[in-house]
T-cell receptor, first 114, second 115 residues
């Protein structure tokens, strides 16, 4: 069965610094991978998705993620953090063995310091 | 394009009471999902509908939870009777299809507190 592990429940960066949120997945077949963002009292919004095309995926708000099969990772990065990036970020995986049901990680809360 | 609508946004009930949540998906979206998000955790799928049929309800506690999607549009999730551990945010999402690459669009959620 597929699973997702997000390393670090909380990450704090300074404004303008690199953002790196880590995600490792487990899947016995080629996975589909997603990053979602959740702002307080709101639903989740898709940042980007990997669906077996280019391994470097660019999303909204300057975020990108790289699929690394050898490391079973799909880390989310942004070169320069902005105060508005403070939110909860969820990595998710789905594959055909699970009927494409989406499995979410526990989430990483990003804090941005001025 | 209007997003996924959910109501109420907040609900406080006592244990053993019943509660119902409503969801209106994006127009034209055939697939509808209900998730439970407990504080500090990621969303967990409770039930998935394709039109008005159930695709997956393997993690729905069927002794107390029920859901329906009449006419393949709106959906209602009910809890009866509620337990303290049901305190969570209940998220509704919809997608154009149940295909693997289709994005899920989430509503704002209903925050349930059971006292």
């Amino acid at each position: 069965a597929q699973s997702v592990t997000q390393l670090g429940s909380h990450v704090s960066v300074s404004e303008g610094a690199l953002v790196l949120l880590r995600c490792n997945y487990s899947s016995s077949v080629p996975p589909y991978l997603f990053w979602y963002v959740q702002y307080p009292n709101q639903g989740l919004q898709l940042l980007l998705k990997y669906t077996s095309a280019a391994t470097l995926v660019k999303g909204i708000n300057g975020f990108e993620a790289e699929f690394k099969k050898s490391e079973t990772s799909f880390h989310l990065t942004k070169p320069s953090a902005h105060m508005s990036d403070a939110a909860e970020y969820f990595c998710a995986v789905s594959d055909r063995t699970g009927g494409f049901k989406t499995i979410f990680g526990a989430g990483t809360r990003l804090f941005v310091k001025a | 394009e209007a997003g996924v609508a959910q109501s109420p946004r907040y609900k406080i009930i006592e244990k053993r009471q019943s509660v119902a949540f409503w969801c209106n998906p994006i127009s034209g979206h055939a697939t509808l999902y209900w998730y439970q998000q407990i504080l500090g955790q990621g969303p967990k799928l409770l039930i998935q509908f394709q039109n008005n049929g159930v695709v997956d309800d393997s993690q729905l506690p069927k002794d107390r939870f029920s859901a329906e999607r009449l006419k393949g549009v709106d959906s209602t999730l009910k809890i009866q009777p509620a337990k303290l551990e049901d305190s969570a945010v209940y998220l509704c999402a919809s997608s154009f299809s149940d295909g693997d690459t289709y994005e899920q669009y989430f509503g704002p959620g209903t925050r349930l507190t059971v006292t």
